[in-house]
């Protein structure tokens, strides 16, 4: 896992906590500036070991003092919120909906909990637990899971007349405590205003222009279907341009594992994710990430199809070359002939 990946995950749960401790503090202030500041003494994580094989990393929280927030046991009190939130996230449960807490401390535990997740197309887990599990069960989230949260809060902020819309560009300018609170961005050329909630004002802070976004919200659309502005931001990420490196395909109940990671470059051109590597002539194009990596599994499968299986003599020359390359992949591949 890139250490970039799991600093921002650390965080996340710093800033989850930060969330919750304001929830059972029932603060009714504004979450701008350094406004967690004030739970520091309570919740603020400290490391404390770390375990081989998986990757395990031990924080604790500090020993509770007195504080001049209204509740006792802040600290505590998060930690019991995090781990019953958690919970309807995990069962995907409409508790969420029902619980006492305020609708804007429900959005931001929601937002929170959407940053510590892994992302929709990532191949790993995110575990918490505590030293009390029958107080605290374990919580293991995956992608899946984050894709339940975005539907939550979708659901959560769309009236149901509300048209759905997907920007996904080039941010080419921010807007912070100047005036709307927006980000542009620019998609096939067009740039595209988009309205964002104090809710999401960390996430902003942390955006850098010149980089590839997706944000997705209620938007206002054309007669020919276009987005011309988000009305209300529902969630932004960065959109990550590195190179794929693949050691598994997939397709129609096939299987192909790979013996050496094909590096797969990432692009975004005209409306479309291109996934290529050109050696292999391997493609995938789609509106969104994962359809073109679906696209680009059926096209390895199609390859080796055509190619791979293939009797060498009714093949060319070129196509004898791209053979031997595919084969290559394949540990259990029998050699070319």
């Known amino acids: 896992m890139p250490i970039a990946i799991l600093a921002s995950k650390l965080q996340a749960l710093q800033n989850l906590l930060f969330h919750a401790a304001a929830a059972v503090a029932r603060d009714p202030s504004a979450r701008r500036g350094l406004w967690y500041n004030k739970y520091r003494e309570v919740v603020e994580l400290s490391f404390v070991n770390a375990h081989h094989s998986d990757l395990v990393i031990e ?39 029902q619980s006492s807490l305020r609708r804007s401390d429900r959005t931001y535990l929601l937002r929170a909990f959407d940053a510590l997740l892994p992302g929709t197309l990532d191949d790993y887990l995110v575990e918490l637990e505590n030293w009390s599990p029958a107080r605290h069960p374990r919580l293991v989230f995956s992608a899946e899971t984050r894709q339940a949260v975005r539907h939550l809060l979708e659901r959560d902020a769309m009236p149901t007349t509300a048209e759905q ?83 598994r395909f997939e397709h129609s109940g096939r299987r192909f594992e790979i013996r050496k990671p ?16 050109e050696t292999l002539n391997l493609w995938g194009y789609g509106e969104r990430r994962d359809e073109a990596l679906r ?38 591949a029998p050699a070319a002939s």
């Not at 206002?220 to 279907?225: I, N, P, Q, W």
């Not at 590096?263 to 996934?275: H, N, R, S, T």
């Not at 791209?322 to 084969?327: D, E, H």
């Open 59 to 97: 924080v604790e929280t500090p020993v509770p003092g007195p504080t001049l927030l209204p509740e006792e046991d802040v600290a505590q009190k998060s930690i019991d919120l995090i781990f019953e939130f958690g919970r309807t996230i995990q069962i995907q449960s409409s508790e969420t909906e």
């Open 262 to 277: 094909i590096q797969v470059q990432v692009e975004y051109v005209d409306g479309l994710w291109v996934y290529r590597n």
């Open 295 to 332: 696209d680009l599994h059926a096209n390895f499968a199609y390859l080796w199809q055509e190619f791979a299986e293939e009797n060498d003599e009714v093949l060319d020359e070129k196509a004898l070359g791209l053979k031997r390359r595919l084969l290559e992949l394949r540990a259990d």
């Open 165 to 247: 819309a997907t920007v996904i560009g080039e941010l080419v300018k921010i807007y912070f405590d100047t005036g709307p609170e927006k980000i542009t961005i620019r998609q096939r050329g067009v740039e595209i205003d988009c309205y964002y909630s104090e809710s999401l004002r960390d996430e902003v802070a942390n955006l850098l222009p010149g980089s590839y976004v997706e944000a997705t919200g209620l938007g206002t659309v054309d007669h020919e279907g276009r987005v011309t502005r988000l009305d209300t931001v529902l969630g932004i990420e960065t959109v990550s341009m590195e190179p794929l490196r693949l050691t």
